[in-house]
Structure formats: structure tokens, C-alpha cells
């Protein structure tokens, strides 16, 4: 099930809220709330989805109390082995399979199995709760209805942000507060006029040029570039947008969910700019695969590997493709220069550093958005051939002004306009007008065709 759904915007949403206001004070009532709102969740995508994760949730909680009982590091690799694999076969296998009937020219066919909602993140939900529970982060012996309840969380289900095990049990404890009904109403309209009044707007021009490349069509340089930089935008809107709503309806809930974004596309540098984007990934694979590594703190080549296998796994972990793999060991190059090139952080001192980190991402998205590594090798070589005579597309001229203004809600507006932000009329016309757009985004809901998350497909 999505947000943007109209059987969740006008049914399920309205009637949970009213459910959530008449039980505020009632401190047993959040559990048998968020346990309904996930079963529903997971049920839209069918029983299957539902019993998958209660069976997981089940796996893991045993693996928890068994890990609490005995410290023991084989026990405990064995424990995250068996966590992860439900996800390297359902997602991997495949990809593996195609590859092996490639280089060996054989002809194993390819397993079909079903994709349960949300596996790749509350799979990394099970990582960290297991790791925490080794390390002895989490205090008493956890309850299975409550690993259940974090594991298949709904407003976190489909596209994050991933959240720790500890912040999910504050949540469940805290009280829910009146007066977060309406920041968390205007967190939720946030997030869905970015969604369907950005991102669902610049779709169509991503869509022609990306999709065009994949039939094999030719186009101009710079319609490429503009193609190229209006993916970026809505994958942008799009993520960011999602994580509003999920931190709204959090909110809602008295569930502190963390922040995933900090205006990534005004990063001055590659270090600066994954510091800003998708920050509860790249969070977890700080604390739960690069220091455990040894992080920075090691000789140089024991460095370069550490940073070589979290980048690759990033790029498997978003996608079983080769564009994926290629995507994420761009984004190690890159980080190695800023680390041990002494100009490469100079650069990032200056505005130019900006310019560079808009260029590197936006060409690194490009393979992020290709269906395949040759697709985007295509579109890559397109957006560099200068000496092309192509006319420029009416499309990408016809979507430049819209593209620009997106471009101008990238800047940290608030940051910029403190002073204003802070008087209070002004807070009440900003409310005010962010609720009014979110009414006009949900009336556009009804009057468009449905467009899943981006990254409800990771």
C-alpha cells in the first residue's frame, strides 16, 4: 500500500487519525493501533506479505533471545547469515543466475518468488536488532509482539527511513500529544506535495529520455542533460517526499522517526553530500559495517577495503544489476580522491565544490535510473557526444521553467529565512499555506494515474 493511494488518503487515514485522537489517553491502545495499521499495510499486498514477516519477525526474536543467553561470535555471525538470507535469495538469486548462464552459456531458468513488501529494509531493521542485542544496546529480553510490531512498522515498511530498535521502543512508550496533530498534519502535506506536485510532474520528462535510450532512440546532448537532471529532482521529491509523510504520520503516533535528508543537492563535496541523503542508510552502514571493519582508523589499504566493500554493498543492496554495482563503486572512487587528494578537498572549500558534487551525483544517477548497465551506457555516452546536430526536444524546453523552480526548493529556504520563519503570524501563514497545497496535491491524487515510490521498488 502507498501514501498516495485515495483508499488510504480518504478511508484508512482519516479513520486512524479519529482512532488515534479518541484513544490519546489510553496508554495500551498504541500497540493494538500500530499492529492493526501494519497488518492492514501488509495485508493490501496480499496474505503472503503478512505471514512472511510474522514468520521473519518470529526467526528473528528467537535469534535475539538466543543471542541474549550466549555470547558467542559464531553463534552471533551465524544468527545475521541466516537474518540476511531471505533477502539475498529473493532479491539476488536471479541476477546471480543470469550471470552464471552468461559466462558459462547455460540455460538454468530463473526462479520466480514472491517479493514480500518492504524486504530490504526491515531486513536491515533484523541486522541491527540482532547486532544491538549482541552488543547488549537493548536493555531487557525483547517481546516477540513488540519485534513484530517494530519489524513491519508501517510508515517505514516500504521506503524507510531505517530505524533502530531503541527509537522504536521510546515511540512506543511515549505518550500521544495533542499538539503534535498538527505539525504532523503539515509534516504529512509537505511530504505529498512533494510527491504528487514535483516529482510526479517532472516524471514525464525523465521517463521520455530515459525510456527513449532504452529503445534505442537518439537524442540531443542537452535534452539528456535536462532529462538527466529531472530524474535527479524527482528522485529527490519523490524519496524525500515519502520520508515526510512516514515522519508526519510518526509524529502522529509519538514516534520520533529521524530524519533522512538535510538539502542534499547544496552539498559542497561527495562526503558532504552523503552526510545529507538517505542519512538512516548511510548511518547504518557506518555503525554496523564500517567501524566494525576498523572504519578510518587502520593502515590505508585496510582503509580502501573498508570503504570498497560498504560501497558495494550500497549498490547491491539498491538494486541486483550491474548499473548498481557501477553506481556504488563511482561513489567509492570518489570518495577515496576526497580522502587522500589534497586538492579534491580544496575543492570542496569553494563554490565550485558545489558544481562538482551536482555534476558527480547527477551522472551517477544515471546509471541509478537505467534499466541496465548498457542502457546507461548509452545515455552516458549521449550526454557527452557535444558534437551531436540533434535538435534540442520541444519537451525538455517545455518542462525547463518547471524544472528551475524545483531546482530553487532545493535551497535550504528555512536556514536562509530564519528570521521570518520565527515570527509568528508568518508561522501560521506558512501552515496555512502548506495545508491548503496539500489539499491540492491530495485533489490531484484523484485525478492522476498512480506512481509507486521509487524506492519502494529497493
Same mark, same amino acid.
Not at 82 to 110: E, H
Not at 290 to 297: F, T
Given at each position: 500500500?502507498?501514501?498516495?493511494?485515495?483508499?488510504?488518503?480518504?478511508?484508512?487515514?482519516?479513520? #486512524?487519525?479519529?482512532?488515534?485522537?479518541?484513544?490519546?489517553?489510553?496508554?495500551?491502545?498504541?500497540?493494538?493501533?500500530?499492529?492493526?495499521?501494519?497488518?492492514?499495510?501488509?495485508?493490501?499486498?496480499?496474505?503472503?506479505?503478512?505471514?512472511?514477516?510474522?514468520?521473519?519477525?518470529?526467526?528473528?526474536?528467537?535469534?535475539?533471545?538466543?543471542? +541474549?543467553?550466549?555470547?558467542?561470535?559464531?553463534?552471533?555471525?551465524?544468527?545475521?547469515?541466516?537474518?540476511?538470507?531471505?533477502?539475498?535469495?529473493?532479491?539476488?538469486?536471479?541476477?546471480?543466475?543470469?550471470?552464471?548462464?552468461?559466462?558459462?552459456?547455460?540455460?538454468?531458468?530463473?526462479?520466480?518468488?514472491?517479493?514480500?513488501?518492504?524486504?530490504?529494509?526491515?531486513? #536491515? =531493521?533484523?541486522?541491527?536488532? @540482532?547486532?544491538?542485542?549482541?552488543?547488549?544496546?537493548?536493555?531487557?529480553?525483547?517481546?516477540?509482539?513488540?519485534?513484530?510490531?517494530?519489524?513491519?512498522?508501517?510508515?517505514?515498511?516500504?521506503?524507510?527511513?531505517?530505524?533502530?530498535?531503541?527509537? #522504536? =521502543?521510546?515511540?512506543?512508550?511515549?505518550?500521544?500529544?495533542?499538539?503534535?496533530?498538527?505539525?504532523?498534519?503539515?509534516?504529512?502535506?509537505?511530504?505529498?506535495?512533494?510527491?504528487?506536485?514535483?516529482?510526479?510532474?517532472?516524471?514525464?520528462?525523465?521517463?521520455?529520455?530515459?525510456?527513449?535510450?532504452?529503445?534505442?532512440?537518439?537524442?540531443?546532448?542537452?535534452?539528456?542533460?535536462?532529462?538527466?537532471?529531472?530524474? !535527479?529532482?524527482?528522485?529527490?521529491?519523490?524519496? !524525500?517526499?515519502?520520508?515526510?509523510?512516514?515522519?508526519?504520520?510518526?509524529?502522529? @503516533?509519538?514516534?520520533?522517526?529521524?530524519?533522512?535528508?538535510?538539502?542534499?543537492?547544496?552539498?559542497?563535496?561527495?562526503?558532504?553530500?552523503?552526510?545529507?541523503?538517505?542519512?538512516?542508510?548511510?548511518?547504518?552502514?557506518?555503525?554496523?559495517?564500517?567501524?566494525?571493519?576498523?572504519?578510518?582508523?587502520?593502515?590505508?589499504?585496510?582503509?580502501?577495503?573498508?570503504?570498497?566493500?560498504?560501497?558495494?554493498?550500497?549498490?547491491?543492496?539498491?538494486?541486483?544489476?550491474?548499473?548498481?554495482?557501477?553506481?556504488?563503486?563511482?561513489?567509492?572512487?570518489?570518495?577515496?580522491?576526497?580522502?587522500?587528494?589534497?586538492?579534491?578537498?580544496?575543492?570542496?572549500?569553494?563554490?565550485?565544490?558545489?558544481?562538482?558534487?551536482?555534476?558527480?551525483?547527477?551522472?551517477?544517477?544515471?546509471?541509478?535510473?537505467?534499466?541496465?548497465?548498457? +542502457?546507461?551506457?548509452?545515455?552516458?555516452?549521449?550526454?557527452?557526444?557535444?558534437?551531436?546536430?540533434?535538435?534540442? =526536444?520541444?519537451?525538455? #524546453?517545455?518542462?525547463?521553467?518547471?524544472? @528551475?523552480?524545483?531546482?530553487?526548493?532545493?535551497?535550504?529556504?528555512?536556514?536562509?529565512?530564519?528570521?521570518?520563519?520565527?515570527?509568528?503570524?508568518?508561522?501560521?501563514?506558512?501552515?496555512?499555506?502548506?495545508?491548503?497545497?496539500? @489539499?491540492?496535491?491530495?485533489?490531484?491524487?484523484?485525478?492522476?494515474?498512480?506512481?509507486?515510490?521509487?524506492?519502494?521498488?529497493?
Amino acid at each position: 500500500m502507498s501514501f498516495t493511494l485515495p483508499i488510504f488518503l480518504f478511508l484508512l487515514l482519516p479513520c #486512524f487519525t479519529l482512532t488515534v485522537w479518541l484513544t490519546r489517553k489510553r496508554s495500551d491502545a498504541k500497540k493494538y493501533l500500530v499492529f492493526f495499521a501494519n497488518a492492514i499495510f501488509c495485508l493490501w499486498n496480499g496474505a503472503a506479505g503478512m505471514l512472511f514477516v510474522t514468520v521473519y519477525s518470529c526467526v528473528i526474536w528467537v535469534f535475539s533471545i538466543i543471542l +541474549t543467553k550466549k555470547k558467542n561470535k559464531v553463534l552471533f555471525a551465524g544468527t545475521l547469515i541466516l537474518a540476511v538470507m531471505p533477502l539475498l535469495t529473493i532479491k539476488y538469486s536471479s541476477f546471480m543466475i543470469r550471470n552464471m548462464n552468461t559466462v558459462f552459456q547455460s540455460s538454468i531458468r530463473l526462479p520466480a518468488f514472491y517479493v514480500p513488501l518492504g524486504i530490504s529494509f526491515f531486513s #536491515f =531493521e533484523a541486522l541491527s536488532f @540482532l547486532s544491538d542485542v549482541y552488543h547488549n544496546r537493548i536493555g531487557d529480553s525483547v517481546m516477540f509482539t513488540d519485534t513484530l510490531l517494530y519489524l513491519s512498522f508501517f510508515p517505514t515498511i516500504t521506503s524507510g527511513p531505517i530505524i533502530r530498535y531503541r527509537d #522504536f =521502543e521510546t515511540g512506543l512508550r511515549n505518550p500521544v500529544k495533542s499538539a503534535d496533530f498538527w505539525p504532523a498534519a503539515e509534516r504529512f502535506a509537505l511530504g505529498i506535495c512533494k510527491k504528487m506536485l514535483i516529482a510526479d510532474k517532472l516524471a514525464p520528462l525523465a521517463n521520455y529520455y530515459f525510456d527513449g535510450i532504452a529503445a534505442g532512440n537518439d537524442f540531443s546532448f542537452i535534452g539528456l542533460w535536462i532529462g538527466s537532471f529531472a530524474y !535527479s529532482l524527482q528522485l529527490y521529491f519523490d524519496f !524525500s517526499g515519502y520520508t515526510d509523510m512516514a515522519i508526519g504520520i510518526g509524529r502522529l @503516533l509519538g514516534f520520533e522517526l529521524c530524519e533522512n535528508f538535510d538539502h542534499p543537492y547544496c552539498a559542497s563535496g561527495i562526503t558532504d553530500f552523503w552526510r545529507r541523503w538517505h542519512i538512516s542508510l548511510s548511518r547504518w552502514f557506518r555503525d554496523y559495517v564500517y567501524i566494525p571493519l576498523g572504519g578510518n582508523r587502520c593502515s590505508v589499504p585496510r582503509h580502501v577495503f573498508n570503504l570498497l566493500t560498504v560501497w558495494l554493498l550500497t549498490g547491491i543492496w539498491h538494486g541486483a544489476d550491474w548499473s548498481f554495482v557501477f553506481w556504488g563503486l563511482g561513489y567509492f572512487i570518489l570518495l577515496l580522491l576526497e580522502k587522500y587528494v589534497p586538492v579534491m578537498r580544496k575543492i570542496g572549500e569553494r563554490w565550485v565544490g558545489h558544481v562538482y558534487t551536482l555534476l558527480c551525483v547527477n551522472l551517477l544517477w544515471v546509471l541509478f535510473r537505467a534499466e541496465n548497465l548498457s +542502457t546507461a551506457g548509452r545515455y552516458l555516452a549521449g550526454m557527452l557526444r557535444l558534437s551531436a546536430t540533434i535538435q534540442t =526536444e520541444t519537451i525538455a #524546453f517545455r518542462f525547463l521553467p518547471y524544472l @528551475l523552480m524545483a531546482m530553487m526548493l532545493c535551497l535550504p529556504w528555512k536556514s536562509i529565512l530564519r528570521d521570518a520563519t520565527e515570527n509568528k503570524w508568518l508561522q501560521i501563514c506558512r501552515r496555512t499555506a502548506v495545508l491548503l497545497l496539500g @489539499l491540492l496535491a491530495i485533489c490531484a491524487v484523484v485525478n492522476t494515474n498512480y506512481a509507486p515510490y521509487i524506492y519502494g521498488a529497493f
